[in-house]
């Protein structure tokens, strides 16, 4: 395996529901290393191109290579390489965050210290006896991010993470992904904090009814449209209207 | 842990914490057999109630040593009214009115109750024979001598145990499996296995593993409560032969529960044909009852159904004293309907709600 293959490479990747397209001839690549950002407004089509680069879903076209594998058909290889937060949390029924996580990491073949060190890190260890349905929103939203990382992944994807997190979770959380990042992981993350891609993120996409308008570094993407944060940019791309 | 002790514990302690489930698929069956076993301790013998109007010469003159025996089968009650004793009989509330008119002795039951007649009959034509018997001094040209095939131990327990332990196994197979599916669809679980790196294999094996440990659990506590002696079930040579069908069993159960599951959107919706398939299937199958009494055609349609062939064997091995060749034919069938029915789940099988 040679370290040169791109983290993710992704080629023209369509995917239709009924008569939405949702997603519209997607490309681009991310480096090994590198903090990804993909934003976009509601429905602009985030969560359908992350699972399909995840291997969750099967493209309509196109096609998607994770550390050099194909992502589809399932492989779990390479599954075992990578690390995901679905947007809506997946747990098992009447399990407390501690047997949660414990599951999750037996599935990777991960002991049981890593993973209550992982609880920990996201300050759940005082949570740990509390079944998944009387956890709050923010605290579900840790505990499913602590069972994305508990192996350790070389390719980590989180779909708006910090969506529903205090200040105090949200800043924790940065600088946990920072470390991660630090020690040579790839993340890619969606977001509809710009402020928060702006100071985690190396490289953002903005997307909009399903296809990427703009790709580049933060600062050089507010420099070239001459405004004055990413939120500008943002808004200069995407418009101002509603999205259905 | 491996991945797949992991998901059975996971599987299990869902399971265990859901009080409801667990009263109604796991203790709820318990409760019938501890009910219905000690409802029908022994009707091997059925006591039969006569109304006797005026003076019956055979029933007067009968010995005491004679009367004595049958007092466990029959209560006499002396009445003068012939009318009254008559309505007694048509109400239920005796099985039958004797009276003797011109040397001819008149016995009136009801048809109402099949067997009551048949053994208020059989015992009239005992009590008259023994009395010809006694005024002729001539012994019987022939003499009938009749036994029932069962073993002399046969007690309703018996049939009891096979039939609730069928049902039984088949609630809770059925439920277990059909609320995995529903609720790790609805709970996304089954979307995060697909990214986790476990096989497909892993998953069922853990669900079959889960839901056999708790079939043979069930085994061990209805034969345990049912051989206590207050209920008195006396296991045949051949008892051990139920583990094998109870497994074959689960998994025919199983893929009803898939097929529901994969159909159904929410618990609820899972739960409620569930019962729609399970509590008439088990009436039918004579898991309460024997279904001898049933029409023609029930009896016919049983035939298709997993719990009929489970309950069947079951009783074959554990009261009838019958081995292999009772339970083979039954094992082979049971993983067939498992294969055809897990077959059509697959087809409509969804991973998300979406
Ligand atoms: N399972 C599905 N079935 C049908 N349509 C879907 C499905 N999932 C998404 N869509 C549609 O596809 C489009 C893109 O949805 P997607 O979830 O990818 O958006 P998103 O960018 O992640 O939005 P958000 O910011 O709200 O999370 C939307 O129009 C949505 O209605
Ligand atoms: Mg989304």
Redesign the interface.
Known sequence: MTDDTAAIAVEGLRKRYGDVQAVDGVTFEVRRGEFYGILGPNGAGKTTTMEMIEGLREPDEGSARLLGQPSWPRDPALLRRIGVQLQASAFFDKLTAREQIHTFAALYGVGTERADAMLESVGLAEKRDVRDNKLSGGQAQRLSIACALVHDPELLFLDEPTTGLDPQARRNLWDLLRQINSAGRTVVLTTHYLDEAETLCDRVAIMDAGRILRVGRPADLVAELGVHNLEDVFLQLTGREYRE | ???F???S??MT??LL??RTAVFFTLLFPLLFLALFGALFQSDSLTKSTWVQVGDVAVLDDMPDEELAALSDVLTLVKSADREAALEDVRQGDADAAVWEEDGRIEMRYSAADATTAGTVQGLMQSIVQSANVAATGQPPAFELATDQVEDKSVKPIQYLTPGLLGWAIAQGAAYMSAFTLV?WRK???L?????????PGTVIGARVGVSLAIAFLQVAIFVGVACIPFYGLHLTGYWWLALPLVATGTLAFMSIGLLIGAWAKTEEAANGALQLVILPMAFVSGSFFPNDAMPSWLRTLSNILPLKHLTQALQDVLSRGQGWGAALPTLGGLLLFAAVLTALASRLFRWDDA
């Open positions: 842990m491996t991945a002790r992991s998901l514990r996971a302690l869902g914490r859901d609720n709970k996304r679980i979307r995060r296995l697909w990214l986790a790196p476990v096989s």
